[in-house]
């Protein structure tokens, strides 16, 4: 054999020398046709290869026509197999994520932990074990044509074909007994993932083995008759039906298999094992349902282990059975799509829960446990914090609501609750009952639940309100709060924390029985608080409301006998107008904030004039030099019917000093040179200038706006606070030492033909905007890096500025990017940063 | 009918209200250089009028040395200062560095001219500042008679800067009503002893002022106080055109 190849060597240089020559006739017409195709050849809209006549008009449309064109193209630039079916889909969006990134943040995301255990799988299959191999360059442009994740590793190249038996293959003792003609018709060699891929299509389990696809060998099994369906198992659990259950007959080995079944069935434990198991448990215990019958959940990989999250505790289950006095005689409803929510707030050292919402409560979490016991007994806990100025003003605006429309006499009774005086009013909404149901209602639509007790006193209100004990809505009899109050515990009368616990010790519980009870010994132990809320429950002592008064708007308003329509008339009654709205702002301790001017027109379309300053104002004649300054704004149109300024946004004010000048020279109020300035050019063209700590010029200074908001109160140090020891200022950051311009470019421009000595040496000459500047004095240079902890990019960058005077004595602020020493430092290039 | 003919006196008052005479006293900030003061005919810059001020030429330098010019002079006055500007391209350290504390400045951006000058004009009329300042290309005379009206009266002195037009004319041809005209230029400064640079030098030129003759004078730029100063003349060796630069190490 040997022999015979050397004879034929001389006609094997031939042939590559003649190989050689096609190659390069190959790359001269190719050159000539001015390839546009991308490395894999893919497919796009108006790819060249897919037309019939490469000069391109119109495109191939018959399969041979593509062939040929195919066949008519260089080896590495051919389409692989699966993109010769491929329809026209659209090229790759060239601005996708993941390319203007900065090169140190292109790093790949963390692939999911499912996709590290997966299996890829071969498009199609590159060795089919029986061929003959190939060699040389069909097998070098055929691995070329692949995509890179495709292509076979080097050791792959050699393979021989092997026979291997696939795991897929279906147990035969399961299959219906196949005939032997089924049998012949089965291929002898299957190939991983033919019959059954390690993925499942969608819907797999439904479709059962009926269709048949490209994966699948066989011919789809025969389907199931009578006596079969009898055979089956019945249905075990929910959502379990016949086909699924006839493919998890066969046992399937897969990637995600534990113990030989299929992922995810796993058998809950049977009755005799749950009767075993009792229902309260501590760690360490035993069995337990959620652990499938076992002591200790298994691991969770391969689908053992805990199936659901009960959210069964030991705190829930203890309250389910022993229920206390301050719980509800029902369970609320608990909405299932609402996760617990507490908030928490700080008393003292102690963290505690301040409220609770349903889904809470029914967990066993009750106002005034410590945080974490409540965090340790319900994992998946939501905690807020707990606002409870917030609260108290949303508070006060309910009231103010319920003022305006409801009941004129509105307070606060305490954290959480409102008195409303019912007298007089009740038939007006219809009755009492009535009334508590809209309120309800309404309190419902805001997100806010409410218990409502109507009754004779606020003092028996408040405790039936709070105490009572049939549903949300408690309505005394005109004249039967004493029984109604007597069953209340003593909680119920607003006592305070001593007299209550001392009333426990003594064993009073109810409020019946401190009422049986002789009133002097109890005002002689406990005091006259006592006996005045006693008294105020029943109705037999006065308790003054404290109403609510809804703030009422200030609007100064002027109708006209004709309508008025020139600018001087508008001018006129703006004068009379605004000291009016002023001295009504006087009245009212306000300054106005935002002020709206309404010209009301004869054919009804109303002007409007907002008129804004930032700091509460009733100076009139500042108003009104505002307001006139832009009157041409009005159009009076036919004529204007009435004006009114409306106050729509007040801050309170208090009274200013008559005469400022007699006291020393303060410093001139600038607030209504800013409202004039921000009246014309807006507040986001004011600002003023801050230092910033920082060495990096442009950010050395910072806009901040103009008139500044009050300083937060920084607490004070303690008089053995280490900080004390610094007792010098520290510099400021633009301290002198640092010479700076008083202009900067708005971005540095490069500089050129700069002749300097490396590294520390400024620069003898240089030309910027196309003059050139001989440097006679310099001074410099001063090294600026960058700011590692903002940008990493930063992190090598140094500065080098100087400051340079020209023959002309013109002087520059330039800077060299890089130290000269080290290349990372920067490339070396001259800026001119300021003049 | 003949139009009734004023008397002298009321001629008289006539040219005072218009001219500004001399009998009424004007709050003046003197720059504290015999030099200067003595050739400008208030003794120092009118603290009740405008002043208009260009760099020399149409390049950047020069404008940045007015700019500094009239931060000294600023920073001199006591009170809050409002800046308009056309772009935001002023540098606070610099200023900072000529005695101007960025706590005392508001600036304002307006968006052309006329707003520009409408903004100083506010800022003039509310009487509380120390100065405004404003930078604006192209002034009408119309304008700045309008502006000196508003100052007078107060104690807000009105600093018009004029930024260099892209053409390049020179903005005093344009007639003004300001009281006095300055243009800065850089000068080559002294060399100093130790290696590196000392203060700036500028050739400061007073073109016009009202009841005075223009002049102009070497002066070195602003310390840290806004103080100007006359720069010190080598009495031992003169700068030498040929020797080698002075060079700096850092």
Redesign the interface.
């Known amino acids: 054999m040997r022999r015979i190849e050397r004879r034929h060597a001389p006609s094997a240089e031939a042939d590559s020398r003649a190989l050689y020559e096609a190659l390069g006739a190959e790359a001269a017409a190719e050159r000539a046709q001015h390839c546009s195709v991308p490395k894999e050849g893919g497919w796009r809209p108006g790819a060249r290869w897919a037309r019939s006549d490469l000069a391109g008009s119109g495109l191939a449309d018959t399969r041979e026509e593509v062939e040929a064109a195919i066949g008519t193209m260089p080896h590495h630039q051919r389409p692989p197999q699966r993109e010769l079916g491929r329809t026209s889909v659209a090229a790759n969006n060239p601005f996708r994520k993941g390319l203007s990134r900065p090169p140190e943040e292109r790093v790949a995301p963390p692939s999911p932990l499912r996709e590290l255990s997966r299996r890829t799988e071969a498009a199609e299959p590159l060795f089919r074990p029986g061929t003959r191999g190939w060699m040389g360059e069909d097998l070098q442009s055929a691995i070329d044509a692949l995509p890179a994740h495709q292509r076979p590793r080097s050791g792959e190249l050699s393979r021989k074909s092997e026979v291997i038996d696939h795991p897929f293959r279906p147990m035969p003792s399961d299959e219906v007994k196949p005939s032997l003609a089924q049998r012949a018709a089965l291929p002898p060699l299957q190939f991983p993932g033919e019959d059954a891929p390690a993925k499942a299509k969608r819907g797999a389990a439904l479709r059962g083995e009926a269709k048949r696809d490209r994966y699948r060998n066989d011919a789809p099994p025969a389907p199931l008759s009578l006596a079969r369906a009898a055979a089956l198992p019945p249905v075990h659990g929910p959502g379990e039906d016949v086909l699924v259950r006839r493919a998890m007959k066969s046992p399937r080995r897969s990637a995600r298999d534990g113990h030989g079944g299929e992922a995810g069935y796993i058998a809950p434990p049977s009755l005799a094992q749950l009767a075993a198991m009792p229902a309260v448990q501590f760690p360490g215990e035993g069995p337990h349902p959620d652990n499938h019958g076992k002591s200790a959940p298994t691991a969770p990989t391969y689908g053992q282990g805990r199936f659901f999250q009960t959210g069964r505790t030991l705190g829930s289950v203890v309250g389910r059975v022993c229920r206390d006095e301050g719980m509800p005689a029902e369970p609320l409803y608990v909405p299932p799509e609402e996760p617990p929510l507490v908030t928490a707030r700080k008393t003292g050292s102690r963290v505690e829960v301040a409220a609770v919402n349903p889904a809470a409560r029914a967990l066993g979490l009750t106002p005034g446990i410590a945080l974490t016991m409540a965090r340790a007994q319900v994992p998946g806990l939501e905690v807020r914090d707990a606002d409870p100025e917030g609260d108290a003003a949303d508070l006060r605006r309910l009231a103010e609501l319920l003022a305006r429309r409801w009941a004129p006499c509105v307070a606060i009774s305490d954290a959480d609750g409102l008195f409303i005086d019912l007298t007089g009013v009740a038939h007006l909404h219809g009755g009492e009952a009535r009334f508590a149901r809209r309120l309800l209602r309404l309190l419902a639509r805001r997100g806010v639940t409410a218990r409502i007790a109507v009754a004779d006193s606020a003092g028996a209100a408040w405790a039936l309100a709070r105490y009572g004990a049939n549903g949300p809505v408690t309505l005394a009899q005109p004249g039967a709060q004493r029984e109604a109050v007597s069953l209340l515990p003593v909680a119920a009368l607003r006592l305070d924390g001593a007299a209550l616990e001392l009333l426990a010790r003594l064993g009073v519980d109810r409020v019946g029985q401190l009422l049986a009870m002789p009133r002097a010994p109890l005002v002689r132990r406990f005091g006259q608080a006592i006996a005045l809320r006693l008294d105020q429950a029943l109705d037999d002592a006065p308790e003054p409301l404290d109403p609510v008064i809804p703030p009422a708007a200030i609007v100064v308003e002027q109708r006209f006998a004709e309508p008025i329509a020139s600018p001087e008339a508008i001018e006129h009654w703006l004068g009379e107008l605004m000291p009016r709205l002023c001295r009504a702002l006087a009245e009212a301790g306000q300054g106005a904030r935002a002020v709206e001017l309404v010209a009301a027109r004869v054919d009804g379309v109303p002007q409007r004039l907002h008129l804004g300053f930032a700091r509460p104002t009733r100076n009139a004649a500042h108003l009104l030099r505002l307001a006139l300054r832009r009157i041409e704004e009005i159009e009076p149109g036919y004529g204007i019917d009435a004006m009114a300024l409306r106050v729509r946004r007040a801050d309170p004010l208090a009274p200013e000093s008559l005469a400022p000048a007699l006291a020393d020279e303060t410093?001139?109020?600038?607030a209504?040179?800013?409202d004039?300035?921000a009246n014309?050019?807006g507040m986001a063209?004011?600002?003023?200038?801050?230092?910033v700590e920082s060495d990096v010029?442009e950010r050395?200074?910072t806009q901040v706006p103009?008139l500044d908001p009050p300083a937060p109160q920084v607490p004070a140090m303690k008089p053995d606070d280490v900080r004390r020891l610094d007792a010098r200022e520290p510099d400021?950051?633009?301290h002198?030492r640092w010479?700076?311009?008083?202009?900067?470019?708005?971005r540095p421009e490069q500089i050129d033909h700069v002749i300097a000595e490396l590294p520390?040496?400024?620069p003898?000459r240089f030309t910027w905007r196309g003059k050139s500047h001989r440097?006679?004095?310099?001074?410099?240079?001063?090294?600026i890096a960058g700011e590692w902890w903002r940008r990493t990019a930063e992190r090598l960058a140094v500065r080098?500025y100087?400051?340079v005077?020209d023959?002309?004595?013109?002087?520059?602020w330039l800077y060299r990017r890089g130290d000269g020493l080290r290349s990372e430092t920067g490339d070396l290039r001259w800026f001119m940063h300021?003049? | 009918m003949s139009l009734p003919v004023p008397s002298i006196a009321e001629l008289r008052e006539t040219l005072r209200t218009l001219d500004g005479g001399g009998s009424r006293e004007h709050p003046v900030l003197p720059f504290g250089l015999d030099l200067l003061d003595g050739r400008l005919a208030d003794g120092g810059i009118r603290l009740d009028a405008l002043h208009e001020m260009v760099g020399q030429g149409a390049g950047w330098g020069d404008d940045a040395a007015a700019v500094l010019f009239i931060a000294g002079i600023v920073a001199r006055t006591t009170g809050p200062v409002l800046w308009a500007v056309r772009s935001r391209d002023l540098f606070a350290p610099g200023l900072y560095q000529a005695g101007l504390d960025p706590s005392r400045v508001l600036y304002a951006e307006a968006r052309d001219d006329a707003e520009l000058l409408a903004v100083m004009e506010d800022g003039l009329r509310h009487r509380g500042l120390a100065a405004v300042i404003g930078e604006a290309k192209r002034v009408a005379m119309a304008s700045t008679r309008r502006l000196q009206l508003a100052a007078e009266g107060g104690r807000t002195v009105a600093l018009l800067l004029k930024r260099p037009a892209r053409d390049g004319d020179d903005p005093f041809t344009v007639p003004s009503a300001a009281v006095t005209r300055w243009r800065v230029a850089s000068a080559p400064s002294l060399p100093v002893p130790w290696d590196g640079l000392g203060p700036a030098c500028w050739r400061l030129q007073c073109i016009r002022q009202r009841g005075g003759d223009p002049f102009e004078l070497n002066v070195e730029a602003p310390d840290e106080a806004g103080r100007l100063a006359l720069p010190a003349r080598l009495v031992d060796r003169p700068v030498a055109a040929d020797r080698a630069p002075a060079r700096a190490v850092g």
Request: no cysteine; charged share 35%.
């Open positions: 410093a001139p109020d600038l209504p040179l800013v004039t300035l014309r050019i063209r004011l600002w003023r200038f801050a230092p010029p050395s200074q103009a400021h950051p633009w002198p010479p700076r311009p008083a202009r900067l470019l708005r520390d040496q400024p003898r440097i006679v004095r310099a001074e410099g240079p001063e090294r080098d100087f400051r005077e023959e002309a004595g013109d002087r520059f300021a003049r």
